[in-house]
């Protein structure tokens, strides 16, 4: 069937390639993609050339999750494409790929003028809103809910378009060809991918698009191989691996433009601290510098290499007065108010809440700010030039960062153009866009294109930590000493709100804490609606308004909650003389998944019962996202001495659900756990005179290659809608190794990072 012109706009592209955009693009979305001379763009997704490479779009960041290869996997499944033929592109800024479940979910964050409307990917609201704003934030483990089906829709639309091209020449059925491997075939016809695009162009899709009978799973699992076996040969390699390992792979550091100049910064100590001084004379003798650009709240200073600003800054010596000065001592002073005298707000109740409630016992934890620690700092390459604003950055939340650089500088959003570049991890720490702001100044004042990079000190006193939290947990035991009911009251700030107001709304991190004080964040005690059949079970968040502003972290909240909820299980389970696996399971009849992955964990560890003396501690969570589940269970072997705590082996059972890249997955888990150990042992601050007490990777604690415990994991598939791997490892590792500790030592550490309030 010819497409006509109501259902489709087809027509030259700027490189000479043919553009095809048809009706699975959103609202009237044209193809957002630029083909090059020789390709075919087909939806906003991919594009075929004359010599059969498929070049997938992905609108997320590539943060070392693995999405640049996953994406295109879902493609070339669905495709039929050679996997050795498939290369990948990041996706321009277009509504056309608007992270749908994302929005739904954040829409606290963003406010709608009706939330009850704003809750669900498929509402309208959601999707006016996050198609007008082009929002494609990569957070919170959204990439494939968000895109799995997006990419399938319009790879399956380019195949049946494909068999449509090679059915014509031969006179056939097109239902009756075959797609695979790169190829059309019917019976001993056979035509490659990229001779038949430029025809291919001319056809209709089907509506709805004939997808494939089973979604996109890992051959490993879709054969029945053997889950653990290792040794088989990967079925989809990372597209990104080669030029990681020889080094070609661009990151935002890498961008060179003529004439360009770099650019250090200082800034001045938490919270709303103002430049007012440094000795400018003494740079003078400073060679290759460029020059000094002064912010209100900062200080940069440029030359023809980075080392040279960066000392030029350390000898001019800005001096910064400061309002709102974070402590140590104020933050710990208000949390403690908070969990012991502070106004809740009601989270989660289960059965009669706390009606009825009456504790035997009530234990505290503590939680100190935990900080990112990217192996990559904050890098922006930004040229302003003939009114026209271009930025290289890595960023979670692109448009987002646009915006506020257009702002900045006084430029239309449509004059400021973002070449989204790879990020050297993030964990979360790349949603924010302040440096993006810091850049498009200095280029401005300097006239010249700049590359900011931070150092690693301004990267960590300008972070915005994981908040720091205390909390009271109390349980009313049955007389065989099970829990009946328990009480959860959880103190720390509304930091996903905070977040939002300086994402969505590009306020001072100063404003957003004003903005949300007082209000309750379900966001802030996730994880604490326990998979655990507790008959009576009441949350509360207790908003606490800090000098210090937080944000998002890998696991977020569950990587506090787990601790304190798997740490307070285990006390329970020790005092009534229950073994702490079996506990568990008999609390958990509601999900066998979960059991399963308990019994599997204990069995992987070779689990002794836990008792004391050994060593042994175990922990279980559950995360949900957008109607799916993964669920972990961890045991940890370790012990404390004089050196501190020496973690020996951490073994470890997953479900994720369907398993698209068995690779990938393991991938992510096991750098979630360890992860996961960095939490447990180090990646705190404390913070004197508004200044992080932690400014070197050195001064976090952060474990080694030496200090890598034995990794086991065990990868379980499920017919559940598949999950995330990237944060499900990190929970359940904190509270494994304090049970751990527990049964070393006989002591009990309820503070994290652990051990740092000693022995």
Known sequence: ??????????????????????????????????????????????KIASDGVITVSVPQLEMGQGITTLLPQVMAMELGADWRQVAVEPAPVSGAYANLPLAARWAPLWR????ALAD???????????????????????????????????????????????????????????????????????????????????????????????????????????????????????????????????????????????????HGPRDRSELIGFDVERAGGIRDMVGIVRGKRWLAAAATNWWAAEQALTVMNPRFAAENIVRSERIETA????????????????????????????????????????????????RLLAGRLELWMASQAPEA??????????????????YPMPAGGSFDRRLEHEQAIEAALIARELGRPVQLVWSRAEEQLAAHPRPPAAALIGAQLTQEGRIAAMRVRVATPPAAKEFGCRLFDNKTSWSAIEEVAGEGDPMAVEGLDMPYAVPDLAVDHIPVKLPLPSGRMRANAHGMTCF????????????????????????????ALLVDCLQRAARLSEWDGGAR???????????????????????????????????????????????????????QIEGGIVFGLSLALGSATGYDEGWP???????LNLPTLADMPRISVELVESEEESFDPGEIGVPAVAPAIANALFSATGLRLRRLPLLSGGL
């Not at 960062?401 to 239309?412: C, D, V, W």
């Not at 007490?693 to 001064?699: E, F, M, P, S, V």
Request: hydrophobic residues 45%; aromatic residues 6%.
């Open 1 to 46: 069937m010819k497409l006509t012109r109501r259902n489709v706009l087809a027509g030259a592209a700027v490189g000479g390639g043919l553009l095809v955009a048809w009706s699975l693009l959103p609202r009237d979305y044209d193809s957002p993609l630029d083909p090059s001379e020789g390709e075919t763009a087909f939806d906003a997704w991919l």
């Open 112 to 115: 709608p003028a009706i939330p």
């Open 120 to 266: 669900d990917a498929d509402d309208f609201m959601v999707r006016r809103w996050a198609e007008g704003s082009r929002f494609t934030a990569t957070a919170d483990g959204m990439s494939m809910a968000a895109y799995e089906m997006p990419c399938r829709l319009a790879a399956a639309s380019a195949r049946a378009m494909l068999e449509m091209a090679a059915a014509e020449r031969w006179g056939v059925d097109w239902e009756a060809c075959d797609a695979s491997d790169g190829f059309v075939t019917h019976g001993e016809n056979r035509l490659t991918f990229g001779e038949l695009a430029l025809e291919a162009a001319d056809f209709s899709p089907p509506d709805p698009p004939p997808l494939r009978p089973e979604p996109p799973r890992d051959p490993s699992f879709a054969a029945g191989a053997d889950a653990d076996d290792d040794s088989g040969e990967i079925a989809f390699p990372r597209l990104d691996l080669p030029s990681k390992i020889d080094g070609s792979f661009q990151f935002a550091g890498d961008v060179r433009l003529p004439d360009m100049v770099y650019a250090a910064i200082r």
């Open 335 to 382: 949390l403690d108010n908070g969990v012991r005298r502070g106004a809740a707000q009601r989270i989660v109740e289960r059965g009669q809440g706390d009606a009825a409630y009456t504790p035997d016992f009530a234990l505290r934890y503590d939680i100190a700010p935990a900080i990112h620690a990217t192996p990559e700092t904050a890098t922006v390459t930004a």
């Open 401 to 418: 960062a646009r915006a506020a650089a257009a702002k900045a500088i006084g430029l239309s959003l449509g004059d400021v153009v973002l």
């Open 564 to 591: 304190m909820l798997e740490s307070f299980i285990d006390e329970v389970a020790v005092r009534g003389g229950f073994e702490p696996v079996s506990f568990r399971i008999a609390m958990l009849g509601q999900d």
């Open 613 to 667: 003396g050994t060593g042994q501690g175990i922990a279980c969570h559950r995360m949900e996202r957008g109607g799916a589940r993964g669920r972990v269970a961890v045991v940890a072997t370790a012990a404390a001495g004089e050196g501190g705590v020496r973690v020996s082996r951490i073994a470890a059972a997953v479900n994720i659900g369907r398993v698209v890249n068995r690779d990938i997955a393991m991938q």
């Open 693 to 699: 007490t932690a400014a070197r990777l050195a001064d």
